[in-house]
């Protein structure tokens, strides 16, 4: 169990996490999600005593990381793939580490294996691909067999079926009973790989759930509606019609209308009632990503000025769009400029800010986000893409 009590980072002027507490246990995948810059790798380098917290503590089984004995052995991490030395080979590199920390020689071929590297173990990391280096950076982080794994954006740079391997991955070393926290800005991969998520902007904590509460909560269901492109007076009319009865409209790029609040009969009664003709009337779920985007949008530090300069927002559900609050953005902030706490939030609820589930009136059951489909590999949780992995358990073989 990972568990942060309070933690803050500056950085001279900048402060890269503020009052930071959560809790990651074991049995389970836990995403970590915020946008650039919103202080994981921070967060991450903290619990791995590489940064000193400014305030506040974590500890992993009630240690601080530095305290831990032996902690090669009970803590992996994989935090920046291209930190080898690429002149070595990815065996020798391994070789290395298992040496530092007492593991036994044999253990890098197993992990070699396990990330599919078995075959250009010889070869010089240097000429490695992106995704080649992530699996080694991996194979570093299993070497120890630790019970406490933390990654920083695994799928970094990995092939669609490399993404399915990583995902795999996790959730077989979690259901192993271990501790697997994983950051990403990724929240579709996300929703398919973790149990639960804390999501972080600029440093604050914005949400901490279970992924299936944070689909309930955050999903919010909506109808598009399309009337004959040929006739825009008629999309006009529908348009008032709606917006009278309560509703919220947006425009889609492909001309529909955007309807929340208003049911789907409702929505025919008053095309109906209007003498308006429809192309389509559908009912639909605002993706996990766009409620991700959402609850992040007030907390995001970099923008394209293409995109500002067009006032556009990530998702198209601009701030001070209808029905859709800005996070973050509440009065009270942090010393230094930092959006202030969000009403009503504590760990394990969303923010106090958030749409706060389906729009009444809305479509779809409550919380009626696509459930998650389960992913299977057919060729076992360990098993390897371009780079087929030996199958097996992480904790076999070792003296
Ligand atoms: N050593 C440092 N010195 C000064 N500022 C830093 C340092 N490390 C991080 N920061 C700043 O702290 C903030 C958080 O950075 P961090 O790398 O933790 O974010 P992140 O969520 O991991 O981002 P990304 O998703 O882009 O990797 C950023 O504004 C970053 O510029």
Redesign the pocket.
Known sequence: MIEAYGLTKR?GA?T?VYNLSFQVRPGAVTGFL?P???????TMRMILGLDQPTSGHVTIGGQPYRKLPNAPRQVGALLDAKAVHGGRSARSHLLCLAQLSGIPARRVDEVLGLVGLQDVGGKRSKGFSLGMGQRLGIAAALLGDPQVLLFD?PVNGLDPEGILWVRNLMKRLADEGRTVFVSS?LMSEMALTADHLIVIGRGQLMADMPVKDFITQNSVGYARVRTPDDAPEQREKLGSALAEAGGQVEPEADGALRVTGVPLPRISDLAHGADVRLWELSPHQASLEEAYMRLTQGAV?YRSTTDLAAGLAPTGFGPGAPGMPVPGTVPGGMPGGMPGQVPGQVPGQAPGAMPGGPVPGGYGPPGGAPPVPPQADPRGAYAAGPYQGASGAGDGGRG
């Open positions: 950085y900048k890269a915020g650039n810059g919103s202080g994981k790798s921070t954006e800005h530090d």
